[in-house]
């Protein structure tokens, strides 16, 4: 949970830009306008279809139609962006912030797509010269908040968000960012504070039923860590089919209550909307495990394992499992991946 | 799971959720605690010196021993002190324990209820800053000898047997250095005499202290111990004539480092050598497997006790290696620190198994720190509760987490048959009392077959928790004195079977708990049984002892048979 977030956000930080009015700066370039248009707007349709390869290519004769129409620059590094072509969404924003290096958006632009390439500390440059511009931007804010999040710069994300809360009291990513932290930071009272306030902005907020549900259940009420994740769970299974957090978390509650069989349900429906989560695999195959269904624990184990070659806890399971099962020769060899792992990542930590 | 069955498994979740009516279920007649603390007229208080500075070693003592020094029968109390520090500590001074206060103290048992002070004669006042004691008759001489760790150089006292202790570490070998947590005396060789294993916790000295936590007025906290660099835990071989061997690196435990805090042994794989578990703090467990030819080796993750059961290190601190669910396999039980979980590992012939959530002992758990703990049968049924001193390591927790307590009130278990119930809030006031306990011992103070608790509090007064009994239930306190194996019996281990044909099984042993030592005494607890069938000892020697119908409701000194009349 806590690594996906800032990325969901960043994405939905450069769909708010896209939707932005850009200026149009006086360049004098000759230009064949009407088909520069038609590709911007058939780029643009792609882009809304989610056919993002075909948006670059679109976006990429726009431009060269009209070399001076360098706003599309920005629609460009933000379909190259949804294209997971991070390199060119790099390219093509620092295009733009080389024509125009006072524009907030440009610079924006740029941030984001270090961010998504995970180069952190220039997304952070970026975001930083955007509040130059102006500092109470509030997607330069988030931004800025996120990355340092990212960094482990807590304090400084904390700071962030505490002056995001302070020009724009009303946007919940302010409480909802500080809430986070402090969970990461195990001051439970404080996270739930801060998600208690997000619903006051927004009643409907599925992440904030979702992270009160993971502040009770720190706190040691289960009963009312339950009642939250349901509660984000009936918000999102209509309206948001590839939330599946509160599944998961639900699914991990019940592990830790015993109750295996429940669990697997909601792993399974974690692991339905989200094919690519290894911890929805890992949550599954843990139910399996203590369901006797050793085989396919396995399974699932093994996909969760692939999903994300650094997450730990697949390999240690599938070790103590292979071992019930008498198969020294495979607990041996997946714990000592396990080892390996940890190690490395108790190293990157220091 | 189909859209109707997951429906259903909502609306059943949701109904759980609700706030369950109370149920009107009679509750069993259990026995509480109480405060003899006061009567007792033990006034010992754990004084951590605290500064400014934030010294880890502040918030980590002390220990408490349950003890006969003296020989009389009565269980006395030997309670280890900090020393004083300034603050800041200037360069190169070292604590200081010139001052009263900052004395250990050890108390001999009247038998009548009340304790008298006998430090000063007894010679046992200590240096160094205190952390734990062991205890065990190290020379075979039939007296209790103390063993008493330190930041600093360890101590270990020979009981003179006349009241007195004598400092023997310096002729012994054992000083070790550093900074020393919990220690426990046994004969991992079986070769008749106990040798000494002493946890470290961490390299670190007052030069090298760190700023840990936000740098605001009061937030400045203790740091995590991954701020510095793991420490070798000691073993002393026994050489039989008064001295010990470092055999620390060439016997493997030292050659594994960690951030020790906790110690206790047992048997897990019923293969008749002691193996050595370690709880570390905030890296996994450590589990050596006595190979049996004076080597051991590091088994924990393969045995599955290094982690919890996601594969997660949590911050070990006490620990017990003892069967709780009465198979005849010694479980494991070790305290974390609050938004952790305490954790229990069922031993499944000789593998174990994680199972702190399906024996309620995670939820329960989930917002308590959790120092010195022991399995005891506290109310005499034949299952092993659970007993916990809790506390939070930052005295300034709750600003950073206000649900969070630095002084926690004690928490206690009963065991049903191998599920946790929480019956603190009915096992007498003095329970309730937010204290900053650490270390705590176990024991029958008073020789009435029910197990009282003393624990040692950071910066208050100890506390003496009398066990009221008096449920009817019967047990038998088994007393070993060993002949070829060491003249405590430490490593024996005992099978009971009640008149009803209801097991249990036991070992020999002081160690466990934190930085503590607990009755050697084997306690158990028989229900309404009268009579034991069958009492099986199987010495650290390799012997083994049957005896038959045995009396309930006494302490029975059971002395190790020779070779010959053993086989016969």
Known sequence: ???????????????????????????????????????????????????????????????????????????????????????????????????????????????????????????????????????????ALKLKGNVEYLLGQLDNALSTFVTLLEHHPNDEEGPYMLGRIYFQESRIDHAKGQFERVLKINPKSYKA????????????????????????????????????????????????????EKAYGFASRAAN????????????????????????????????????????????????????????EKAKAALEKFRVLKETTSRQRK | MNRRTFALTMLALERAARPARAQAVAPPHLPVFRDATVE???????????????????????????????????LDLYFVNGAKLDDPMPPGKAPDKSDPRFWNRLYHNNGNGTFTDVTEKAGVRGHGYGMGVAVGDYDNDGRADLYVTNFGKNILYHNNGDGTFTDVTEKAGVAGGGWSSSACFVDYDCDGHLDLIVTRYMEWDFA???????????????????SFKKATH????????????????????????????????????QDGWPDILIANDNVPSQCFHNLGNGKFEEVALRKGLAYDEDGRTFSGMGIDFNDYDNDGWSDVVIGALANEKYALFGNRKGRFEYVSGQSGLARISSMHSGWGLKLIDYDNDGWKDLFV????????????SPSLKYLEPMLLLRNRRGAFEDVSARSGDALGVPRASRGAAFGDLDNDGFPDVVVSCLNGPAVILRNSGGNGNHWLLVNTVGTTSNRDGIGARIRVVGESGFEQHGIVTTA?????????????????????????????????????????????????????????
């Not at chain 1, 679109?58 to 599309?72: F, R, Y």
């Not at chain 1, 949804?82 to 632009?109: N, Q, W």
């Not at chain 1, 624990?297 to 008498?326: F, H, K, T």
């Not at chain 2, 390799?542 to 053993?566: F, W």
Request: glycine content about 10%; proline content about 5%; hydrophobic content about 40%.
């Open chain 1, 1 to 139: 949970m806590v690594l996906k977030q800032p990325v969901f956000v960043a994405v939905a930080i450069l769909l708010a830009l896209s939707g932005q009015a850009l200026a149009q700066p006086a360049v004098a370039a000759p230009c064949n306008l009407i088909q520069s248009s038609e590709r911007r707007q058939a780029g643009l349709e792609a882009l809304r279809g989610g056919r993002y390869a075909a948006a670059a290519t679109a976006l990429q004769e726009s431009l060269d139609a009209c070399p001076g129409q360098h706003t599309v620059l920005l629609d460009l590094s933000r379909a190259h962006l949804l294209a997971r072509d991070f390199p060119r969404a790099i390219g093509a924003a620092e295009r733009f912030v080389e024509l125009e290096p006072g524009a907030v958006d440009g610079r924006l632009a740029l941030a984001n797509a270090y961010l998504m390439a995970q180069r952190l500390q220039d997304a952070l440059r970026e975001a930083g010269a955007a509040l130059k511009t102006d500092p109470a931007q509030a997607s």
């Open chain 1, 209 to 260: 039923y979702d992270n009160l549900g993971l502040c009770y259940q720190a706190l040691g009420d289960t009963e009312m860590a339950t009642r939250h994740f349901l509660t984000a769970i009936k918000l999102v299974d209509k309206d948001h089919p590839d939330y599946d957090w509160p599944y998961a978390n639900l699914a991990s509650l019940l592990l830790d209550q015993g109750d295996a």
């Open chain 1, 273 to 328: 909307r989200n094919p690519n989560s290894a911890r929805n695999f890992y949550l599954g195959g843990k139910a399996l495990g203590k369901l006797g269904k050793n085989d396919l624990c396995i399974n699932w184990l093994e996909r969760s394992a692939a999903l994300d070659p650094n997450y730990p806890e697949p390999l240690y399971l599938m070790g103590r499992v292979y071992s019930q099962l008498g198969n020294e």
């Open chain 2, 40 to 74: 007792s007229r033990i006034a010992f208080q754990c004084n951590g010196s605290p500064t400014s500075q934030k010294y880890l070693i502040e918030t980590m003592p002390g220990g408490v021993a349950m003890f006969d020094y003296d020989g009389d029968g009565l």
């Open chain 2, 208 to 226: 090298k202290n760190l700023w840990c936590g936000p740098r605001e007025p009061g937030y400045r906290g203790y740091c995590h111990p991954e």
């Open chain 2, 234 to 269: 000691f073993v002393y071989h026994n050489n039989g004539d008064g001295t010990f061997t470092d055999v620390s690196r060439e016997c493997g435990i030292g050659a594994a480092p960690g951030y020790g805090l906790g110690i206790a042994f047992n048997d897990y794989d």
């Open chain 2, 389 to 400: 001193a809790q506390g939070h390591v930052m005295d300034n927790i709750s600003l950073s």
């Open chain 2, 512 to 568: 466990g708990s934190y930085q503590s030592a607990n009755d050697k005494r084997v306690h158990f607890g028989l229900g309404q049984d009268q009579r034991v069938k069958i009492l099986e000892i199987v010495w650290p020697s390799g012997i083994r002892q049957r005896l038959e119908n045995v009396a309930s409701d006494q302490i029975l000194t059971v002395k190790e048979p020779p070779r010959e009349k053993a086989r016969a």
